[in-house]
């Protein structure tokens, strides 16, 4: 789906996604002459890596936070799944979004990175202040 509609002097695409219930694709990418290559994100992308992040996800494990995909021309593609660092939201995101996250893919507490369990701390802090 990401080569389909590249023009032919295409050299290097990558994209980077972040999903907690709310997704963010970041698709950067150049020409063979260095030149920036601005393509949007083709359509159905973020929805399929959606889906792949719900079938990856282990019962007590979790699933993966972000993902990284780099084509190059005339090479393998490369793909990264994130399952444990934080995914550096850029804006940040509501700590929330996390816990609404952790309720749909669970993960035992010894699963649950330090970074991730922080963002439940500070959502647990808004939750009280907002009741009380």
């Not at 509501?94 to 990175?113: G, K, N, Q, S």
Request: charged share 30%; no cysteine; proline share 8%.
């Amino acid at each position: 789906m990401l080569r389909a509609g590249l023009p032919e002097d295409w050299a290097r695409l990558r994209l980077d996604f972040r999903d907690a219930g709310i997704s963010q694709a970041v698709l950067s990418g150049t020409r063979q002459n260095g030149q920036p290559l601005l393509d949007p994100l083709p359509a159905g992308v973020s929805a399929l890596l959606r889906e792949a992040r719900a079938a990856m996800y282990e019962p007590g494990r979790g699933t993966w936070f972000s993902a990284h995909v780099e084509l190059r021309r005339d090479a393998e593609p490369e793909v990264r799944f994130n399952f444990t660092d934080d995914p550096q939201w850029s804006p940040t995101i509501a700590p929330t979004a996390f816990v609404l996250d952790h309720e749909r893919f669970p993960r035992d507490d010894e699963h649950v990175p330090d970074w991730l369990a922080a963002r439940f701390a500070e959502a647990a802090e808004f939750e009280a202040e907002w009741e009380g």
